[in-house]
C-alpha cells in the first residue's frame, strides 16, 4: 500500500492505494475511522483491482476543516475525490456511515458507479444503540479505556480488540477539530436520512453485507435497503458484529469479488 495526498479545496486529503488493475475500486471507511479500517482486505482487493481508500475529509489524517458535516458534504466530497484521482467509473464499498455517504454518491452520479456494495449502512436506523452511544463517548473523551470498551462492544464477539486499533483512534480523537467534524457529523445524520424515494432510486447493482450480531446498526435496518433497492441483495455473516472486513476479512472479500466478477 502507498499513502498519498491530495489537494480537494485547498485541504489535504490522505488516501492509500494499492493495485494497478484497469478496474478501480474505492472504499469509504465510517464514522471517526481512517482508511487503515481496510487493512486486512486491501492486499486482497488489490490483487484484481486498483484500490483506492481515502481518509474521509475530517477524519483520519485528511484536514478537519470548520463546517457541516453532512451526508450531502461528504458525497460531494467523494464525487471531487473521484475527479481527483482521475476515476470516470468504480465499484464503490462503504461501511456504516460509509455506507449512507456511498449510497448518497450513487444516487447523485450514478454513471460513476458500477457496482455498489454497502456493510452495515447508516441512514435508516431510527434511534441510538448502547454500542453507538459508548463509541460516540469514546471520541468525546478519547482514552484508551472508553476506546477499548467501545471497540468491544462494536464487534460483539467477546474477543480481545488489538492495542493499535485503540491506541490509533485515541490518537486521531485527540487531533485539532477532530471531535468538532465527529459531532458535526452526527448532527448532519440525524437530520439526513435516507428517505425509501432515494433508495428506489438507486439502480445500480446493489450487495448489501451485514453481521447478524451487528449492535451498532442492528440487521433489522437491512429491511429498508432490501424492499426498497431494485435487485438487491442481502449477504448476512454469522457471529459477527459491525465490521465484518475486520472481523470476518476472508468471508467478506470472497463475497464482495464474487459479486463484482458476476456480469
Known amino acids: 500500500m502507498e499513502e498519498k495526498f491530495l489537494q480537494i479545496d485547498e485541504n489535504k486529503i490522505r ?28 492486499p486482497i482487493f488489490a490483487k484484481n483491482y486498483r484500490v483506492l481508500v481515502p481518509d474521509l475529509i475530517g477524519f483520519g489524517y485528511s484536514d478537519k476543516p470548520l463546517v457541516d458535516y453532512t451526508p450531502d458534504f461528504f458525497s460531494d466530497f467523494l464525487k471531487k475525490f473521484f475527479n481527483a484521482t482521475h476515476i470516470d467509473r468504480a465499484s ?8 449512507q455517504i456511498s449510497a448518497e454518491f450513487t444516487i447523485s452520479n450514478p454513471h460513476n458507479v458500477e ?10 436506523m431510527e434511534h ?3 454500542a453507538l452511544d459508548a463509541y460516540i463517548m469514546a471520541a468525546l473523551y478519547p482514552n484508551e479505556i472508553n476506546a477499548k470498551k467501545a471497540f468491544e462492544l462494536m464487534e460483539g464477539s467477546g474477543e480481545e ?38 433508495l428506489e432510486s438507486i439502480t445500480n447493482p446493489t450487495l448489501l453485507i451485514w453481521g447478524v450480531d451487528d449492535p451498532v ?14 435487485g438487491c441483495r442481502l449477504f448476512k455473516i454469522d457471529k459477527c458484529g459491525h465490521t465484518p472486513y475486520v472481523q470476518k476479512p476472508n468471508i467478506f472479500s470472497s463475497k464482495v469479488l464474487e459479486f463484482l466478477d458476476d456480469p
Open 161 to 198: 480488540v488489538p492495542e493499535d486499533v485503540v491506541h490509533d483512534f485515541v490518537e486521531r480523537m485527540k487531533l485539532p477539530n477532530a471531535k468538532l467534524a465527529f459531532m458535526s457529523t452526527i448532527l448532519g445524520l440525524k437530520n439526513s436520512k435516507l428517505p425509501a424515494s432515494k
Open 115 to 124: 457496482k455498489l456494495v454497502l456493510t452495515s449502512p447508516s441512514g435508516v
Open 15 to 42: 488516501y492509500l492505494e494499492s493495485g494497478d488493475s484497469q478496474k478501480t475500486l474505492v472504499l469509504v471507511h465510517g464514522l471517526g475511522a481512517s482508511a487503515e479500517r481496510w487493512n486486512k482486505v486491501i
Open 217 to 230: 446498526i442492528p440487521i433489522e435496518n437491512s429491511d429498508a435497503f432490501v424492499s426498497k433497492i431494485q
Open 128 to 130: 441510538s444503540t448502547p
Open 92 to 99: 464503490v464499498v462503504g461501511s456504516s456511515l460509509g455506507g
